[in-house]
């Protein structure tokens, strides 16, 4: 089946950027939606990001104008490029796909393991 590996993550301070990479592989016949989670201590995860195959984004309202999702199709990657991090940015950050792998009928939402973004001064 596929998985998702993620990269990018660490320590930043306010106002500072990082990039998030997210490689899908194993034996996938297609992606279809591809997008960025987070989760906060104590907190629900959220949607950040979503991007569809087709180009199509959406963002959540608090990373509007500061973060932008993008994919790489052949690659079969995702990136999320954060800028202007605030300490409320910080969060376990995961990576997830909707995959129809070889063999099954359907697409699967996978999820990658989390990076950790660390805003703070």
């Known amino acids: 089946q596929a998985q998702l590996v993620e990269s990018g993550g660490g320590w930043v301070q306010p106002g500072g950027s990082l990039r998030l990479s997210c490689a899908a592989s194993?034996?996938?016949?297609?992606?279809?939606?591809m997008g960025w989670y987070r989760q906060a201590p104590g907190k629900q995860r959220e949607l950040v990001a979503a991007?569809?195959?087709?180009?199509?984004?959406d963002y959540a309202d608090s990373v509007k104008g500061r973060f932008t999702i993008s994919r790489d199709n052949a690659k079969k990657t995702v990136y999320l490029q954060m800028n202007g991090l605030k300490p409320e940015d910080t969060a376990v950050y995961y990576c997830n796909a909707d995959i129809r792998s070889y063999g099954f009928p359907g697409y699967l939402g996978f999820w990658g393991q989390g990076t950790l973004v660390t805003v703070s001064s």
């Open positions: 194993g034996s996938i016949l297609s992606i279809n939606g």
């Open positions: 991007a569809t195959s087709g180009g199509n984004t």
